[in-house]
């Protein structure tokens, strides 16, 4: 990182910028993390300044990032999939630590799976891959999507293609196993709940400890 | 101005840069949070309506046509949130709203170091005492134009005036005390990694 652009940076901060560095240093901050937290090691050191601090230590970012990333990862209406560098979610949350684990098999078992076209026959499946997978397809074949990739030749359309085969398996996953109710069935609900007309579930956490929706907040939403 | 930057992230998050929302959440966690905390005491439950301001917040923002500043409209939903977090919880809202204009200058983290753990306490008075430090050993000029700014909020151009200088000595001057500050911070935090 220069030093020019970290004093652009600073001066992006302060609103002091021209618009040539305002868009230099936003377009750098996409894909270098490096400059996304000295951004915001600027912001604890204003916040401390202003006394407003305590909110860093508190993990509040992490959970934020990791439930947009879940959020990007379920809706069709996400975008731009080269607009969408891996942001980093360095974070407590044991959840993310089982999510890990569980994506390691999930990979496995998706090379069997893409492969047998397993998931071209279901209605869930092909509706919930659909919308994302068919405007990053630069083909434009529907089928053509399904076919297997090496992940290191990957294109972008190919990686979040797998990442999308990868929430399926997760969601499969979570509705399928006894006691468990996941942040991702949540969120699966929470959409089904929002196609039903219902409105959609307020407090969604990323943390292991998702809460289910309890009849009285159900009581609640219907006010 | 800080409301052109702002608006160019807004802009970008609307066209799918998740990046830009963090660089936007990061600008304004504190005073979120700090807001939030006016409404719900509990320390963990006010985390939790403050995420759950910004996640509605991400997902409004590709309709957010720009009509009111950005941050206006986000603490309207943290103090909706809020409101209707302590409805479901059958607990009434203040009667008066918080005055959004009135928020930059209002310290409201009180109530939330009052449930701070000593670990976190320690560690929040450590870094404090780093960064006012640092501060203190800035030459003077430095340090005069990182406080005109921080603490008083002035413009690159108005601490120019006071400073009788450039405003592009105004900016350089912030920007090396700023790098002054973060390299003490990083070898606090690390005592054995480089610096810059």
Same mark, same amino acid.
């Given at each position: 990182m220069s030093e020019q652009l970290r004093e652009s940076l600073s001066a992006v901060m302060d609103g002091e910028a021209d618009a040539f560095e305002l868009r230099r240093v936003l377009d750098e901050s996409r894909s270098d993390s490096k400059l996304r937290e000295l951004w915001h090691r600027q912001h604890l050191v204003r916040d401390i300044l202003r006394g407003d601090e305590i909110v860093h230590q508190l993990d509040l970012r992490a959970r934020l990032l990791a439930e947009m990333e879940e959020l990007s990862s379920q809706e069709g209406d996400e975008p731009i999939p080269e607009a969408q560098p891996k942001l980093d979610t360095t974070t407590k949350s044991p959840w993310l630590g089982r999510l890990a684990g569980i994506a390691v098999a999930a990979t496995v078992a998706l090379l069997v799976i893409v492969s047998s076209d397993y998931?071209? /026959?279901g209605d869930e499946g092909a509706g919930f891959v659909g919308p994302g997978i068919a405007q990053s397809n630069?083909? /434009?074949?529907?089928?053509?999507?399904l076919a297997p990739v090496m992940y290191d030749v990957a294109t972008a359309a190919d990686r979040q293609r797998t990442d999308a085969l990868i929430i399926h398996h997760l969601q499969q996953n979570a509705l399928n196993r006894p006691g468990g109710f996941s942040f991702v069935r949540w969120v699966g609900f929470d959409r089904k709940s929002a196609q039903n007309g219902r409105a959609p579930q307020a407090g969604l956490r990323s943390e292991g400890g998702v809460q289910a929706p309890t009849p009285s907040q159900s009581k609640d939403n219907k006010r | 101005m800080a409301e052109d930057t702002d608006k160019e992230l807004v802009r970008r998050v609307q066209k799918g840069d998740q990046a830009a929302f963090d660089l936007l959440f990061v600008r304004y966690q504190s005073k979120i949070v700090n807001l939030i905390s006016r409404y719900v005491s509990d320390q963990e439950e006010t985390l939790d309506v403050a995420q759950e301001a910004f996640i509605k917040a991400y997902r409004a923002l590709p309709r957010f046509r720009g009509e009111s500043q950005f941050y206006t409209w986000l603490y309207r939903i943290a103090i909706n949130t809020a409101k209707n977090h302590l409805v479901a919880r059958s607990r009434r809202p203040p009667g008066v709203d918080v005055d959004v204009d009135e928020i930059e200058y209002r310290d409201d983290a009180t109530a939330l170091r009052d449930s701070e753990t000593p670990e976190a306490a320690l560690a929040r008075d450590q870094v404090q005492a780093t960064i006012h430090q640092a501060l203190n050993d800035l030459p003077e000029d430095l340090k005069s134009a990182l406080t005109l700014r921080e603490?008083?909020?002035?413009?690159y151009e108005q601490i120019a005036d006071i400073m009788e200088c450039p405003v592009g000595t105004v900016r350089s001057r912030i920007f090396r005390a700023r790098e002054f500050v973060d390299q003490r911070m990083q070898r606090m935090a690390d005592p054995g990694a480089d610096e810059h």
């Open positions: 998931l071209i /026959g630069p083909s /434009g074949a529907p089928s053509a999507v | 603490f008083d909020g002035l413009s």
